[in-house]
């Protein structure tokens, strides 16, 4: 019964013309890798920093609650070798408060290949919530708490398709390394099936997967491990220029999880989840209701509230069923042409714990590109 409820209610809100959802929207923290210099002016200096407080008041066996505090500074300098390739070269630093010392001090560096509406990127590239992936597979907070992803990514974007495909290269391994190899990657596609006057209907696939192995490492009798997700959607977004309604956004996606691993860790091999969104853009902010309903469902690193499984690494606690009804208010102010202040307010309710809980946060994001010119 409630599977075909579930699967009634996507239909409605996939082809509902009168209202719309979508996946939550991070564009004002985006600090993309991008062509930004010609080659008259071929150097510039890029900077990047994120300034971010958020707390997480969750008393719960999935996850439980605590507070990121901090700032992540990248200082680069670009260089335009040719008109479609651009190298970037700078440092990645985070200091947390409270913490004395630098969490991370990691060199930071990029090739850039820009040709038609395709990019190629090898190093640093557009990582975490540039991917424009659902919350579910791809955990908003790893923008605030791990090192930029590195490897390779490929995108394509025209005003009827988005593309992003990548691997990141988390761990490498030499001979006799006392670990394993890690290495994921995923892909987010988007297809624009009409668009006329500012309204969009599009259709959606993600794709996500999680490898640990290796064959030169120390550990040769552990075995492998091998996750996949995936989620296919629809979208459809109608905006209004006027009043204090500025549009209306609607998205309903069906998520899987398979284990491919040889030996199995966790207490389940697959699952499913079901992730409804309906979205309010005002004058005064978005408001957003978000449902998720999830059945042994898992992903690598996905957001911490969707699991079914514990994300304390001291338990194996594990929920058979999630179901969730988040509510997230948002607010975005521009200050110039760089920077962007965040402001969010997150509750949640646990249909099954009956719980209610919450989070909220403030970031500070700032992101500008100067030409380096020659003095004459």
Known sequence: MQFKFISFFIIILTFCVNSLTAQLDNSGLEQKIRKDSSLNTPF??????????????YFNRIVKGYTLFGTRFTPSIGYQLHEQVNIQAGIFLQKDFGNNNLTYSIPYFSILYDWNNSQLIFGNYNGSIHHRMLEPLE?????LVEDPENGIQYLYNTDKIFFDAWINWEKMIYQDSPFKEEVSGGLVSKYNIIENNGN?????????????????????????VTRFNNAVGASFHKKSNSGFIHGHK????????????????LPYTQGYGYY?????????????LSYWYGDHFYSYKGGRLYQSYTTDPNSRYFEDKRQLLILRVMNEFQIGESTTLLLR??????FKNQLFEFSHAIYFNIFKTLPISKNK
């Open 44 to 57: 510039s200096f890029s900077l990047r920093v994120l300034s971010f407080n958020k707390n997480n008041e």
């Open 139 to 143: 955990d908003f907070e790893r923008l």
């Open 250 to 265: 609607w998205e309903g996606y069906f998520l899987h999880y398979i284990d491919n691993s040889s030996n199995f860790r």
């Open 200 to 224: 969009t209907l599009a259709l959606h696939y993600q794709f996500r997967g999680y490898h640990r192995a290796g064959q030169i490492d120390a550990l040769r009798g552990q075995p492998l």
């Open 276 to 288: 409804l969104n309906g979205t309010l853009e005002t004058k005064i902010g978005d408001f957003m």
């Open 345 to 350: 307010f997150e509750p949640y309710w646990d």
